[in-house]
């Protein structure tokens, strides 16, 4: 009998609320296991996240966007606009007690833009000098227009004025890597046990497929202020399974809630849905690097029209969510969205505008297009993905094969082999800026996954890039976003609104404007 119950010690064990147990640990739905922790190569959300706790740049982003002081207490910024230095805290140190200097941020800034890194995240580094020549291979890194002045010191110099800037630096693609790990242990530098991070979480756990496991950095600068131990974030890329565990009492937090459960959620855990407004898209891209949307703009056109996206938000994605007609989402100040001519044409009237345009495209019933639909694992997506088949389907007869992949698969899929013909995507901002949206389709950005390629829109971007007046840099960047929705290298569906479940006994939660949020300013009820 005694050894029945020791035995069972374990699952009671789990149900203990961690906060109870005298640890405050916080278990979070991750969505998918992570790409990268290299600060350089991420660009994913599942990344991002965890990067955020694990590293720090010279500022962070507030509830608003807004830049407030991170591993910099200070900053100033020239006259002309072109100059920024950044004053670091005293005694800043890294994870394993190292002094943390401006020359880390320095050589970081520098590894990233350099090519042979092979970072896909390197485009918001552009506003700074030589950057974009040093990315493209035509300038040596060590021309980057950074120099740390002494310890304390970083000098920034910018070959435009850039009112975005110091909300750049907030970025986790801008924290510092510890030189030391990533010469000695190259890709591996990031496992646990050589990772050496500079947050106020240190990684000390990576089962892949499992769990991640950060816990709370005594050195951090404000590691008083910390109150959780750890953060325990599991890749749960089924939604379902994901509310079943936050239901069983294993996570604190989900990562998303399935579309389908809404009105369960909403009926028997109200206090604990959270649904944010996020400055994102959701889209469909156009591979246009080959067949068959390669020259074949009618073909895009068609599409895109017979997407119905009223019913996609109120049917099946039903949180809030509002159709997009445009790429850059709204609510971004002194930015006038632009949207596809056809936004107010009645559903009917689409419809027959896209048979016009597939017909002429060279399709129709005795010749109907075949077309592959891929997306990442995902129930959420599933259902958005049926959807869209069975419109194709209805509207213009294209006989739609689905392809769900798992993320990192789908992934490759979309970015290095372009085997894909349509595909899911979506792009949530870094900064409540819209040349957050318009980089990311310039022509060869790491992110540009339909390989769009326009030269009429890469003009009007980088010329908006170097206007200083906030009004004509937006009037640049309103044109550039026309010229896009001219040449429908994506299918804009909706504007997204961020879905988590989150346990009451969760203190100091707030996702902020851009839909991330620091552990550092959470903690655990113990009553």
């Not at 800043?92 to 020359?103: D, K, V």
């Not at 050195?219 to 325990?232: C, E, I, Q």
């Not at 369960?264 to 604990?272: D, G, M, N, W």
């Not at 390669?294 to 019913?311: G, H, Y």
Request: glycine fraction near 6%.
């Amino acid at each position: 009998m005694l050894r029945r119950w020791l035995l069972a010690l374990p699952v009671l064990a789990l149900l203990v609320h961690p906060a109870r147990a005298g640890e405050q640990v916080l278990r979070v739905g991750n969505g998918s296991e992570p790409a990268t922790l290299d600060p350089a190569l991420c660009d994913l959300n599942p990344d991002l996240q965890i990067l955020h706790e694990l590293s720090e740049g010279l500022v962070t982003i507030g509830p608003s966007g807004e830049a407030l002081p991170g591993q910099a207490e200070s900053w100033t910024v020239s006259d002309d606009g072109l100059t920024y230095r950044f004053s670091l805290r005293p005694d800043l140190a890294w994870s394993n007690g190292a002094p943390l200097t401006a020359e880390d941020f320095a050589w970081s800034w520098r590894r990233t833009v350099d090519p042979k890194t092979g970072s896909k995240y390197a485009f918001p580094y552009y506003p700074i000098l030589n950057a974009e020549q040093i990315v493209a291979g035509t300038a040596d890194p060590s021309t980057l227009g950074v120099h740390a002045i002494d310890d304390r010191t970083l000098e920034v110099r910018l070959k435009a004025p850039t009112g975005f800037f110091v909300k750049l630096t907030g970025l986790p693609q801008f924290s510092p890597a510890y030189r030391p790990a990533v010469e000695r242990f190259g890709t591996q530098y990031t496992r646990p046990g050589n990772l050496v991070s500079n947050g106020a979480f240190m990684l000390v756990e990576w089962t892949p497929q499992s769990r991640i496991v950060v816990a709370k950095n005594p050195r951090y600068w404000d590691a008083a202020s910390v109150k959780l131990d750890k953060v325990v974030y599991l890749p749960i890329e089924n939604q379902n399974e994901e509310l079943k565990r936050y239901r069983a009492g294993e996570l604190e937090e989900t990562y998303d809630v399935p579309s389908d459960q809404l009105d369960f959620v909403r009926a028997e855990l109200p206090a604990e849905l959270r649904i944010t407004p996020s400055m994102g898209t959701y889209f469909l891209g156009f591979n246009l690097t080959r067949p068959p949307f390669k020259d074949d703009l009618k073909l895009r056109q068609a599409i895109n029209l017979v997407i119905d996206r009223e019913t996609i938000v109120a049917k099946i994605t039903k949180a809030g969510e509002t159709p997009a007609y445009g790429w850059v989402p709204p609510g971004i100040e002194g930015y006038a969205n632009r949207s596809f001519d056809w936004k107010a044409l009645p559903m009917a009237e689409r419809i027959a505008r896209a048979r016009k345009l597939y017909a002429e495209a060279g399709y129709g019933p005795a010749k109907p297009l075949a077309l592959e639909l891929r997306y990442n694992t995902s129930e959420n997506h599933k259902k958005i993905m049926i959807g869209v088949a069975s419109m194709l389907k209805q509207a213009l007869g294209i006989q739609v094969t689905l392809v769900n992949q798992e993320f990192k698969v789908f992934v490759e899929a979309r970015k290095a082999k372009r085997e894909t013909e349509l595909f899911r995507d979506g792009w949530t901002a870094d900064y409540p800026d819209a040349n957050n949206f318009a980089e990311v389709l310039l022509t060869g950005a790491g992110l540009n996954d339909s390989g769009y390629a326009s030269p009429a829109y890469d003009e009007l971007v980088h010329r908006a890039q170097l206007t200083v007046d906030p009004a004509a840099r937006n009037a640049l960047l309103e044109q550039a976003e026309q010229q896009l929705l001219r040449d429908e290298p994506i299918a804009p569906m909706f504007n997204y609104t961020l879905k988590r479940l989150v346990k009451p006994y969760v203190k100091g939660y707030a996702l902020n404007i851009l839909g991330f949020y620091y552990a550092r300013l959470v903690s655990l009820d113990p009553q």
